[in-house]
């Protein structure tokens, strides 16, 4: 069993940035393709990104492409999302998962609790 502790989330004036940190306990998560996600209110829960094991493969979103970066240490067992740029829209809460398959994004399999990103405009 992994689990996922994010943090890193705040309050931050639209332009701003955030660094979100995802650190993975109980076992190790070096050769697992992992993610970001966020939920708004009311809305549905939504890819961010997601890496694979060698930080090879990276893909994001439309909506955050050329803003954040996905990043990871795998000596740490964490997992980062570098957020620039921000704005009213990225409010949200983000979630880390590990994924079962690179490609697929929605086959996350064990997630964290979240960390919430307020973005002021």
């Known amino acids: 069993q992994v689990q996922l502790v994010e943090s890193g989330g705040g309050l931050v004036q639209a332009g701003g940035s955030l660094r979100l940190s995802c650190a993975a306990s109980g076992r190790t998560i070096s050769t697992y393709p992992m993610g970001w996600f966020r939920q708004a209110p009311g809305k549905e829960r939504e890819f961010v990104a997601r890496?694979?094991?060698?930080?090879?493969?990276?893909y994001y979103a439309d909506s955050v492409k050329g803003r954040f970066t996905i990043s990871r240490d795998n000596a740490k067992n964490t997992v980062y999302l570098q957020m620039n740029s921000l704005k009213p829209e990225d409010t949200a809460v983000y979630y880390c998962a590990v994924l079962k398959n690179y490609y697929n994004p929605r086959s996350g399999d064990y997630w964290g609790r979240g960390t919430q990103v307020t973005v002021s405009s």
């Open positions: 890496i694979n094991w060698s930080s090879e493969r990276i």
